[in-house]
T-cell receptor, first 111, second 111 residues
Framework: RKEVEQDPGPFNVPEGATVAFNCTYS??????FFWYRQDCRKEPKLLMS???SGNEDGRFTAQLNRASQYISLLIRDSKLSDSATYLCVVIPIQGAQKLVFGQGTRLTINP | NAGVTQTPKFRILKIGQSMTLQCTQD?????MYWYRQDPGMGLKLIYYSVGAGITDKGEVPNGYNVSRSTTEDFPLRLELAAPSQTSVYFC??????????FGQGTRLTVV
């Protein structure tokens, strides 16, 4: 089993729709979680951290389910500019030097 | 602040040639990383450093070398380039167990 797994997609959704995707992790002792966004031919950029209590940033909501070992990202009222690849990142208990990236989920928002 | 700066942005190498990918950060981050990303794939860790003078192997270190003589700089050396090293290389930095901040990447083609 991979340390971090994501559905690679692609997800194609119409503008204005709500879309959600998950990321599962295998190490139950993992300590920190993040979502990154990567545009085509660009570097990954931090989208948001994922806290135990869940967190929201505008149209984006991230949640952590430690019991089932997954994190989720929900995008409401999707915009064309949300088209990108979304990467989940997990920092294990050993520290940030061992952080692991998922392979990414590709999202395309259609007009 | 410039953040994480990588040079060059693009490079074509012939098989067997060597080169150094430069990476410098001005955020006084203690952790630095080198990743490679092949088309449609996630990021794979090549080498990382938790501070000046300390480096360690990641998931795919073969064919590469690094050094960390200062906090700011973390060059990646390719010896005897091979077509399998054609990839996009990202340097990143972070404070300890925090999220990494990426450079813009170096696109390397080995022919």
């Amino acid at each position: 089993r991979k340390e971090v797994e994501q559905d690679p997609g692609p997800f194609n959704v119409p503008e204005g729709a709500t879309v959600a995707f998950n990321c599962t992790y295998s190490n139950s002792a993992s300590q920190s979680f993040f979502w990154y966004r990567q545009d085509c031919r660009k570097e990954p950029k931090l989208l948001m951290s994922v806290y135990s209590s869940g967190n929201e940033d505008g149209r984006f909501t991230a949640q952590l389910n430690r019991a089932s070992q997954y994190i989720s990202l929900l995008i409401r009222d999707s915009k064309l500019s949300d088209s990108a690849t979304y990467l989940c990142v997990v920092i294990p208990i050993q520290g940030a030097q061992k952080l692991v990236f998922g392979q990414g989920t590709r999202l395309t928002i259609n007009p | 602040n410039a953040g994480v700066t990588q040079t060059p942005k693009f490079r074509i190498l012939k098989i067997g040639q060597s080169m150094t990918l430069q990476c410098t950060q001005d955020m006084n981050h203690n952790y630095m990383y080198w990743y490679r990303q092949d088309p449609g794939m996630g990021l794979k860790l090549i080498y990382y450093s938790v501070g000046a003078g300390i480096t360690d192997k990641g998931e795919v270190p073969n064919g590469y070398n690094v050094s960390r003589s200062t906090t700011e700089d973390f060059p990646l050396r390719l010896e005897l380039a091979a077509p399998s090293q054609t990839s996009v290389y990202f340097c990143a930095s972070s404070y300890s167990s925090n999220w990494p901040f990426f450079g813009q990447g170096t696109r390397l083609t080995v022919v």
